[in-house]
């Protein structure tokens, strides 16, 4: 198997992880129990900011409830760490089983007429198992933006199991060039829309999960210039490696005139988000510092 481009120095570590994703999956859960004791009961990993995120997210809900949703979560995130390394020695055919597609009609009738479409998820489920998964399950090339990571040696570790699938990565900051590049093509774009954008670039705030919330607004502005129909992408778990992904439609494409003024596509994604959230808790990435940013006066 081939392995991305490292320094010498940095090859023990690659062989280590790629040794660690070999191990079959009843194996690697033997592993994530014991990293959520460590990373949940001992280390306490960002403890607080998922207590205040619970707290605030869900105010009806008493503390034992939300203590419940809190020791999932971390389950689940210890799963997401070992699910991912597995997808360094994964085949597609695996990874097909273990993602399902449901309510894709829609989005396989714009696709079969020749219109590329844009899908907007979040960091649901196993956000990783559904970017590597999508090339496995449409016949169309699959465009995903992403943000490199700081990390010379993660940045390329990631890169390669991400892409190893037949996704293209695209920077966040090459995503205009590379949309003109391909435009006209039937091809699925996909943004992770949930992150926070920096506090001088955010044009828009809404009422999330009960509190002021800013997101990004360039799919708002790519559904606009190049006239892509947009679906939100839901993941949720139904069973222990095993994962639903949902399409749900939110804006077609836009129509001469139409008023984007209050950034509709940015809000109904929002509110799209906000039900699934409630619907399935521990599914979202609570350890996430989604609230950092304070809404101007």
């Known amino acids: 198997m081939s392995r991305p ?11 280590l992880l790629k040794g660690i994703s070999l191990l079959p999956f009843p194996v690697l859960y033997v592993f994530s129990d014991f990293l959520y ?23 009806g809900k008493t503390i034992s409830e939300r203590r419940a949703i809190e020791k999932q979560f971390f389950r689940n995130l210890a799963d997401i760490i070992v699910e991912t390394l ?3 020695s994964l085949t597609p055919e695996e990874l097909a089983k273990r993602v399902t597609l449901k309510n894709r009609e829609t989005i396989d009738s714009y696709l079969e007429q020749g219109k590329p479409v844009m899908a907007l998820g979040a ?20 465009d995903g933006v992403y943000k490199p ?20 990565l695209v920077p966040m900051k090459e995503t205009l060039r590379h949309m003109l590049r391909h435009r006209g093509q039937t091809r699925i774009l996909t943004l992770l829309s ?9 044009q828009f705030w809404t009422n999330f999960l009960h509190q002021d919330t800013p997101f990004y607004v ?19 778990h139904v069973g222990r490696g095993y994962y639903e992904v949902e399409f749900q439609e939110l804006l077609p494409p836009p129509v001469d005139g139409e008023n984007i003024d209050h950034f509709p596509l940015t809000e109904a994604f929002a509110r799209k988000l906000e039900v699934w959230i409630e619907q399935n808790p521990a599914d979202y990435l609570w350890s996430h510092k989604r609230w950092k940013h304070q809404r101007p006066q």
């Open 5 to 15: 481009n490292l320094r010498p120095i940095q090859l023990p570590l690659w062989w």
């Open 37 to 59: 004791l460590v990373v949940y009961r001992v280390v306490g990993y960002r403890k607080k900011v998922v207590r205040q995120n619970l707290e605030r997210a869900f105010p």
């Open 86 to 88: 597995k997808l360094v």
């Open 123 to 142: 960091h649901l489920g196993n956000w990783e198992f559904m970017s590597a998964a999508g090339n496995a399950m449409f016949p169309y090339p699959i």
């Open 149 to 168: 990571l700081a990390s010379p040696f993660f940045e390329a570790f990631m890169y390669h199991l991400r892409s190893r699938f037949g996704i293209t």
């Open 194 to 202: 949930d992150q926070v954008p920096p506090f001088k670039l955010i």
């Open 218 to 236: 360039g799919a708002e502005k790519m559904r606009t210039s190049f006239g892509y129909p947009t679906f939100f992408a839901g993941m949720r």
